[in-house]
């Protein structure tokens, strides 16, 4: 499984940006999606996931401000971020585990919350 992240930019605390994931293989044979982030300096962690019954789960950090969907006949997963802050500052991941739970990475895109 191939995944190009892209959509990354830099962005006034506030704003919004959506990121795209395009996958190689049909998502719709995917255990799951999701989206990981990596701080400067930081460990990466989980930002949100989407099951292949379409459920959601979402860091707390991020709950209520971005939303985690795809769409299976584009073969891609977004993440719509809004309301964003500096701390949200970080190298963002698309993941994919097949059905036997093996992970795919994609390469990563650079968000910038600065004002």
Not at 29 to 50: C, E
Not at 52 to 75: G, H, L, Q
């Amino acid at each position: 499984v191939q995944l190009q992240a892209s959509g990354g930019g830099q962005v006034v605390p506030g704003g919004s940006l959506r990121l795209s994931c395009a996958a190689s293989t049909t998502i719709s044979t995917l255990s799951s999606m999701a989206w990981y982030r990596q701080a400067p300096g930081g460990r990466r962690a989980l930002v949100a996931r989407i099951g292949s019954d379409a459920s959601t789960y979402y860091a707390r950090s991020v709950r209520e401000r971005f939303t985690i969907s795809r769409d299976t006949n584009r073969n891609t997963l977004y993440l719509q971020m809004n309301a964003l802050k500096p701390e949200d500052t970080a190298v963002y991941f698309c993941n994919a585990e097949t059905s036997d739970l093996t992970p795919f990475w994609g390469q990563g895109t650079l968000v910038t919350v600065s004002s």
